[in-house]
Structures are given as C-alpha cells and as structure tokens.
C-alpha cells in the first residue's frame, strides 16, 4: 500500500519524501523490521521507538512515522510527522488492512469482572444462531473454527486489524472483543469502530496501573467517550459507575438490570450447581450457567443480540444451549462425593460474587473450603480486602500463592492476612505451595463439601520469577484425588 492511503484521515503535521512510496507492512518493533517495512516510533513508559529510527532505517524500512524527524533524514526513506504515533498508529492499521472494523459488527465489552465470559458467551450465542464469527478475550482468539492464542487481554492493534481483516475474509458478519483498560490507556483501540460496546461493572482492579479508581474510571469511559453517533452504548444500571460511562457518549444509549428499571430486565427465579431458571423481558428460560454474576453477564448477551435485531425467542434458545465458559464456575464432583469449583475471581468483587453464588446454593450443611491468593507485581491494596472477604465466607480459607512473579510468596500472604479480622483467626490457615494447598483442602474435605480453588481459573501455568510452570487446578484437583483416594 501506497503512503497517501495509509495516511488517509490522519492529521499528518508534516511529510519528507516520496508519499507514493510503497510499504509492505507495518512494524512498531524496530528488530522486526524487513525491507520495504512502515516502521511506527513510539514512546513507550520505558523506551522511546524513536531512539531506534537509524536502527530501523539499516533493516530495510521504508518509512517511518514519528513525533519528530531525526536530526539527519535518509535519502529514499518517507517521513512523516504525527502529534501521537500511538494514536496515528490504530488509523494506519485500519488503512492498511482494509478498515476491517468497519466491515464486521465489531461488539467490544468492558469493565472489571465478566469480559471474558460475555465476550465468549456472544461468539457462542451467535454459532448457536448460526453465523460465523470472530472472538478476541483473553483465553483465545477465533476466526470461527480456527483457534489462535491470546497473549494479552488486547492485542495491539495491528493484530487486532489482522485478525479482523482475516474474519471479513472468512466471511465473520459479527466480531466480539474484550476491551481492557490496559488497552484503552495505550490505544490499542484507536481507529477501530464499534457497533455495540457492553459495559459489565467496575470494582478495584489494576491500581498497580491506573494508580487511583478515578483515572481506571475514567479510562473505561473513554471508551464510550469515543464511540460514533451510529453506536450503541448498553451498560449495567444496577452498577453504581454504569451510567457514569454513558455521560458523554454520542453513542444510542441503553441498560440492563435485575434490582432498577432498564431496557433489559432480568430475574433469578432459582438456582443450584447445576444451573438457573431465568426471566428475560418477561420470558423464562433454563441455563446450565450458575451464579448470580452470570445472570448480569447473560442479561448482557441478551441485550447485545437484541440491539443487534435478533427476536428475544431465538436469542434464548441460543443462550439455553450455552455451556460454561473455562475456569468460570466449573463444576466438578469426585465419586466421594466432594464438589469441586475452580473460577478466575482475582479481584475482591469477583471473589466476593463466587463465594456469594456458592452461599446461595448451598444448604449450610456443607462446609465451604476455599483456596486461593493473590498476584505479585500486582496492587497490593486488593490483597488485605480479600483475606478478608474469603475468611469471613468460607468455613475455612487456604491463603496459598497465585502467580507471585517476582515478589516472595510468603510476604504476599503476610499482605493477605493482614485483612483477617480477629473473629475470624480461626477460619484460615497459609500453605505457600498451591498444590500442597489444594491437598490440604482434599484432605479436610467430606462428602458433600465444597472446595472453591479460584484465581487462576483457565490459566495452566503459575509464573514464578519471570518462568512460567505448568499448572492447571483442574488438573492438579485430579491427580491429587485420585492419589489421596486409593
């Protein structure tokens, strides 16, 4: 593609050199640079692109897009100067792709808990409504059938235009994606165009990033603040930060609900582990999902394929044939009969929600244990908040490691601890080793029991200074039943 059309609606401030140069792709990583490469430089929190400019030149690019030129301009290399590279960079890749966004029904969802769930629960909605999808979350990325790893809540965006482009190709009508505030904060969003954004609840969750909640709000809102006239904005009403996010969107807004007045309604009417009687709209229906949280994260569904033209009827017949999504509230019982949940909740809210969910099912008779920690290199202010919340709603809570990264396990669990209140010394213990923790609460269970292992939910791994080892609590669960059982 030719300069002048990857620069199309951009405010370019100035250009040196030839504007019908022709690029073959566009680069932000200055080693991986080929000949004929748009080479994008940008400041980073920790390195500035710009410092590789010469380095980019020597690799065969083409052009550059930058702040500010060089001191010395190469002779048949373009330049072109842009306010924010970053911001320029989402506009480039749309051009160059083809503006896929603009092709597709792009449906983004934020917000701290439920991204994930909702954004799969859409893509899984719509193969039951039959249409060909896309689906960008953190667990996976998809282009109907085929799977392609994630590696970040939001790629950046020239992925994300790849992948897009590539589901135009395929044929994808529709394209669902988790919308994180790491990626609203580093426009990894910039230039894509959404028809519908969903907005789940906000709870503390990546102070270590945004520092305070009011710059996390106002992160998430930018979002909405920036969607298009020809938008839909739908956010949960019952949420107190929900129509904080439609204040300034010029989007068409809308609510769902289950305790205000909203477009979409919703009411538990029963639940156990095995699933939930539901009300939509004044409509009942069965689903083998569970928990309270996925009532707010089904009714999202709902509301999303309603705005999208589908009949309430269809929409629920999908949504009944759902299954649940990996490493949210999966359920398992071992043949002694013990009851086994492993869930993502990672934040305060999210564990509150489980434990909440499980509390309602439960009949008391049986004892809640409940296993998990806390992140390292992560906000430190979540960690007491949430030794707090476990021991005041388990029987018995195993405070264990996470993924520590490069902190040491034993401080964070000191960190955690420091939450416990006093009436509740008695209903926590502290095994640093995440297996050990999972053994002891094998051990301690008894038939009928419920064993919550939550934190890490889908993810099979546990980083550990820098390295990543395998381990996946459904496995681990399994193994160590089987060996404990014989």
Not at 459 to 472: A, C, R, S, T
């Amino acid at each position: 593609m030719i300069i002048t059309e990857l620069v199309n609606r951009i405010p370019v401030l100035e250009i040196h050199g030839d504007n019908n140069r022709e690029v073959t792709e566009l680069v932000i990583d200055s080693r991986k640079v080929t000949e004929g490469s748009l080479y994008i430089a940008m400041r980073g929190t920790v390195v500035d692109g710009h410092s590789f400019i010469a380095s980019a030149i020597e690799k065969g690019a083409a052009a550059i897009v930058c702040e500010e030129f060089p001191e010395i301009l190469v002779e048949n290399v373009t330049y072109v100067q842009v306010k924010d590279s970053s911001k320029a960079l989402g506009h480039l890749a749309s051009n160059f792709y083809g503006n896929p966004s603009q092709k597709l029904k792009l449906i983004g969802v934020t917000g701290t808990n439920g991204k994930t769930s909702v954004s799969t629960l859409l893509f899984d909605v719509f193969k039951n409504l039959g249409y060909e999808s896309a689906l960008l979350s953190t667990v996976e990325i998809r282009i109907g059938e085929e799977i392609i790893p994630a590696t970040h809540t939001t790629p950046d965006v020239i992925t994300i235009n790849r992948i897009l482009a590539e589901a135009v190709e395929k044929g994808c009508e529709f394209a669902f994606m988790e919308v994180s505030s790491h990626g609203i904060a580093q426009n990894r969003i910039e230039g894509l165009h959404f028809k519908i954004a969903g907005f789940t609840n906000l709870t503390h969750d990546h102070l270590d990033y945004h520092k305070t909640f009011e710059e996390y709000l106002k992160t998430k809102k930018r979002f909405f603040d920036q969607l298009e006239d020809t938008a839909i904005a739908i956010t949960n009403a019952d949420d107190k930060n929900g129509n904080v996010m439609l204040q300034n969107t010029k989007a068409k807004k809308k609510s769902y609900a289950l305790k205000t007045m909203a477009d979409y309604h919703g009411k538990l009417l029963e639940v156990d582990f095995n699933g939930m009687l539901l009300n939509f709209n004044g409509k009942e229906f069965w689903t083998t999902l569970t928990g309270k949280f996925n009532v707010y994260n089904l009714l999202l569904v709902f509301g999303i394929a309603a705005e999208l033209g589908f009949g309430q009827d269809e929409i629920l017949q999908a949504v009944s044939k759902l299954k649940r999504v990996s490493g949210r509230f999966e359920t398992f019982k071992s043949d002694g009969g013990i009851f086994f949940i492993v869930d993502y909740a990672h934040t305060p809210d999210a564990l509150e929600n489980i434990l909440d969910s499980i509390n309602d099912i439960r009949t008391k008779n049986e004892r809640l244990i409940t296993v998990f920690g806390c992140g390292g290199d992560r906000d430190h202010s979540k960690r007491p908040e949430m030794g707090n919340i476990a021991s005041k709603k388990s029987t018995l809570a195993i405070i264990t490691s996470d993924n520590p990264r490069t902190e040491d396990p034993v401080q964070i669990i000191k960190e955690i601890e420091a939450g416990v209140e006093p009436q509740n010394f008695s209903k926590y213990t502290s095994i640093p080793d995440r297996r050990e923790a999972i053994k002891m609460a094998i051990k301690f269970a008894e038939p009928k029991d419920i064993v919550l292992v939550a934190g890490k939910g889908h993810e099979n791994y546990q980083e550990i200074n820098g390295v990543k080892h395998h381990f996946d609590d459904k496995e681990v669960i399994n193994e160590l039943w089987k060996l404990m059982s014989k």
